[in-house]
Protein backbone atom coordinates (compact mmCIF):
# COMPACT_ATOMS: atom_id res chain seq x y z
CA UNK A 1 0.00 0.00 0.00
CA UNK A 2 1.79 3.69 -1.21
CA UNK A 3 1.90 5.88 1.48
CA UNK A 4 2.02 9.50 1.49
CA UNK A 5 2.95 12.02 4.12
CA UNK A 6 2.66 15.63 3.41
CA UNK A 7 4.60 18.38 6.24
CA UNK A 8 5.29 22.19 6.21
CA UNK A 9 2.24 23.30 6.52
CA UNK A 10 1.38 25.89 9.34
CA UNK A 11 0.50 29.40 10.23
CA UNK A 12 1.87 32.20 8.09
CA UNK A 13 1.20 35.95 7.66
CA UNK A 14 -0.50 37.27 3.82
CA UNK A 15 2.78 37.92 1.74
CA UNK A 16 4.54 35.22 3.33
CA UNK A 17 6.05 31.46 2.32
CA UNK A 18 5.90 28.23 3.09
CA UNK A 19 6.87 24.74 1.49
CA UNK A 20 4.99 21.98 1.59
CA UNK A 21 6.60 18.13 1.60
CA UNK A 22 5.54 15.41 0.92
CA UNK A 23 7.16 12.00 1.26
CA UNK A 24 5.98 8.87 -0.47
CA UNK A 25 7.02 5.33 0.33
CA UNK A 26 7.80 4.09 -2.92
CA UNK A 27 10.11 5.40 -5.95
CA UNK A 28 7.95 8.52 -7.01
CA UNK A 29 8.96 6.91 -10.76
CA UNK A 30 5.79 4.51 -10.46
CA UNK A 31 3.47 7.48 -10.74
CA UNK A 32 2.43 8.59 -13.85
CA UNK A 33 1.10 12.17 -12.08
CA UNK A 34 2.22 13.40 -8.88
CA UNK A 35 0.36 16.99 -7.65
CA UNK A 36 -0.83 19.10 -4.50
CA UNK A 37 -4.56 19.65 -4.00
CA UNK A 38 -6.25 21.58 -1.62
CA UNK A 39 -9.72 22.01 0.18
CA UNK A 40 -10.93 25.30 1.51
CA UNK A 41 -14.08 25.22 4.50
CA UNK A 42 -17.32 24.72 2.76
CA UNK A 43 -15.72 24.66 -0.32
CA UNK A 44 -14.76 21.33 -3.65
CA UNK A 45 -10.89 20.12 -3.66
CA UNK A 46 -9.47 21.69 -6.07
CA UNK A 47 -5.81 21.02 -8.24
CA UNK A 48 -3.30 23.52 -7.63
CA UNK A 49 -0.32 22.32 -9.01
CA UNK A 50 -0.13 18.72 -11.09
CA UNK A 51 3.28 17.71 -12.36
CA UNK A 52 3.32 15.05 -14.84
CA UNK A 53 5.81 12.10 -15.66
CA UNK A 54 5.83 13.39 -18.94
CA UNK A 55 5.03 17.03 -20.08
CA UNK A 56 4.72 20.24 -18.12
CA UNK A 57 3.65 21.33 -15.21
CA UNK A 58 0.03 22.77 -14.83
CA UNK A 59 -0.94 25.09 -12.27
CA UNK A 60 -4.11 26.67 -11.26
CA UNK A 61 -4.87 30.12 -12.41
CA UNK A 62 -4.50 31.50 -8.88
CA UNK A 63 -1.50 30.07 -7.97
CA UNK A 64 0.52 30.70 -11.16
CA UNK A 65 3.69 32.76 -10.53
CA UNK A 66 3.75 32.31 -6.94
CA UNK A 67 3.88 28.79 -6.19
CA UNK A 68 6.05 26.05 -7.80
CA UNK A 69 5.99 22.23 -7.79
CA UNK A 70 9.34 19.95 -7.78
CA UNK A 71 10.61 16.73 -7.24
CA UNK A 72 13.41 14.96 -5.93
CA UNK A 73 13.18 11.57 -7.20
CA UNK A 74 16.40 10.24 -5.24
CA UNK A 75 14.33 10.86 -2.05
CA UNK A 76 10.97 10.00 -3.46
CA UNK A 77 9.82 13.47 -2.22
CA UNK A 78 7.67 16.19 -3.69
CA UNK A 79 7.60 19.75 -2.76
CA UNK A 80 5.46 22.59 -3.08
CA UNK A 81 7.00 26.15 -2.61
CA UNK A 82 4.46 28.98 -1.80
CA UNK A 83 5.45 32.68 -1.81
CA UNK A 84 3.29 35.46 -1.83
CA UNK A 85 0.56 33.49 0.07
CA UNK A 86 -2.63 35.02 0.38
CA UNK A 87 -5.70 34.65 3.05
CA UNK A 88 -7.32 33.34 0.14
CA UNK A 89 -4.95 30.54 -0.04
CA UNK A 90 -6.25 29.05 3.84
CA UNK A 91 -6.97 25.03 3.02
CA UNK A 92 -5.61 21.78 3.89
CA UNK A 93 -3.46 20.43 1.19
CA UNK A 94 -3.15 17.09 0.11
CA UNK A 95 -0.54 15.64 -1.85
CA UNK A 96 -1.87 13.14 -4.76
CA UNK A 97 -0.25 10.18 -6.55
CA UNK A 98 -1.41 8.55 -9.60
CA UNK A 99 -0.83 5.37 -10.70
CA UNK A 100 -2.41 2.78 -13.28
CA UNK A 101 -4.25 0.81 -11.21
CA UNK A 102 -5.35 3.55 -8.60
CA UNK A 103 -4.41 7.23 -7.22
CA UNK A 104 -3.26 7.63 -3.53
CA UNK A 105 -3.63 10.49 -1.03
CA UNK A 106 -1.56 11.99 1.91
CA UNK A 107 -3.52 13.10 5.46
CA UNK A 108 -3.55 16.79 4.12
CA UNK A 109 -1.41 19.81 6.04
CA UNK A 110 -3.42 22.23 7.13
CA UNK A 111 -2.00 26.14 5.87
CA UNK A 112 -3.31 29.01 7.33
CA UNK A 113 -2.43 32.73 5.98
CA UNK A 114 -3.20 35.51 8.10
CA UNK A 115 -4.51 39.22 6.95
Known amino acids: QVQLVESGGGLVQAGGSLRLSCAASESIFMFNNMGWYRQAPGKQREMVAVRPRWGSRNYADSVKGRFTISVDNAENMMYLQMNSLKPEDTAVYYC?????????WGQGTQVTVSS
Open 96 to 104: KAERADDDY
